[in-house]
């Protein structure tokens, strides 16, 4: 991640210097994650009307000089609370990614991208509650002077849960798993097998990513 310094609030979050102690000890957990090589993190400025302190991370997968895929994760707090969230605290990501077009076009794409997500949660040990989220899959053609490019389909998945274990920085290293699934990378590790409580998400083939750099 990059070297931001400063009070461990600020680190790319909402400059806030009054942050609760429980908050520094969350924001200081998620800075200390080092994910896998192909993910690079980047701090970034975190929205300010969502709550009244968060704290976010940009971040992309690369393989060979490619970039393969991207995300925001963002963690909120209100020490008040919020109905929707059942606690004081919630994560936002999004991730996009590019993907092959025979399997952009698969049926139970959204299905899958979401148990993506719940999969690598579960991987991870990250505990969690109320989630929810979108999956999109946006194809783009091109034309006149880009018509040389080929069409191209990217998934993005957008997502919030409140994490319900006080371990954040299993649930950034989920997220950037995730991200690498999403990017047609596989998981960092197998997922555990279910307890009676917990779905069996296990043994999702990621999709594979178009291996090239990405358009913006």
């Not at 009054?18 to 000890?25: H, K, L, N, Q, T």
């Not at 896998?36 to 992309?60: G, K």
């Not at 997502?159 to 047609?184: I, K, N, Q, Y």
Request: hydrophobic content about 40%.
């Amino acid at each position: 991640m990059a070297s931001v310094g400063g009070n461990p609030a600020q680190r790319g979050g909402t400059g806030k210097e009054s942050a609760p102690d429980g908050f520094r000890s969350a924001v200081e957990a998620l800075v200390a994650v080092r994910p896998r090589p192909e993910v690079v993190f980047a701090a970034t400025p975190a929205p300010r009307r969502l709550a009244p302190y968060s704290w976010a991370v940009t971040a992309t997968v690369e393989v060979d000089g490619e970039e393969l895929a991207d995300g925001r994760f963002v963690l909120l707090h209100d020490p008040a609370g919020q109905e929707a969230w059942h606690g004081e605290y919630r994560v936002v990501t999004m991730v996009r990614a590019e993907l092959e077009p025979e399997i952009a076009g698969d049926q139970m794409l959204g299905e899958v991208g979401w148990s993506w997500l719940l999969d690598a949660l579960q991987t991870h040990g990250a505990g969690y509650a109320e989630p929810g989220g979108t999956v999109t899959r946006c194809a783009s053609h091109y034309f006149g002077a880009l018509a040389d490019r080929g069409a191209s389909t990217e998934i993005e998945l957008r997502a919030s849960w409140t994490p319900a274990d006080g371990r954040f920085e299993r649930h950034l290293t989920a997220w950037a798993d995730l991200l690498c699934v999403c990017a047609g990378l596989p998981p960092t590790a197998p997922a555990p097998l279910p307890s009676a409580d917990a779905p069996s998400l296990g043994g999702v083939v990621p999709m594979p990513a178009r291996r090239r750099p990405r358009s913006h």
